[in-house]
């Protein structure tokens, strides 16, 4: 019923930079929160930011001073800009949103993923 469909993963240098997309569609009255996590190879899926709906945003203490979340409600897009990239934030990127379909009925949803290597 809904779709999130994540665009910008890729294979960046130390110290470059990424921007991620995630475009929901589908059947959508309000899409409550959105954000990122992360999963890397042999750990557990963390939380890397979450933006509200009133654009109060929440940043994984890894990240905070290099990635920033961002969202478009007229597009029901959330962006995270990356930069700064380390090595130790390479993993799979995957979009989540906590979307009502109508005032009573609210559900998660999770995307496809996108991976982002960073390498020399």
């Known amino acids: 019923q809904v779709q999130l469909v994540e665009s910008g993963g890729g294979l960046v240098q130390p110290g470059g930079s990424l921007r991620l997309s995630c475009a929901a569609s589908g059947s959508i009255f309000r899409i409550a929160t959105m954000g990122w996590y992360r999963q890397a190879p042999g750990k557990q899926r963390e939380l890397v930011a979450v933006?509200?709906?009133?654009?109060?945003?929440n940043y994984a203490d890894s990240v905070k001073g290099r990635f920033t979340i961002s969202r478009d409600n007229a597009k029901n897009t959330v962006y995270l800009q990356m930069n700064s990239l380390k090595p130790e934030d390479a993993a799979v990127y995957y979009c989540?949103?906590?979307?009502?379909?109508?005032?009573?009925?609210?559900?998660?949803?999770w995307g496809q993923g996108t991976q982002v290597t960073v390498s020399s």
């Open positions: 989540n949103a906590d979307v009502l379909s109508s005032y009573f009925v609210r559900n998660n949803y």
């Open positions: 933006i509200i709906s009133g654009s109060s945003t």
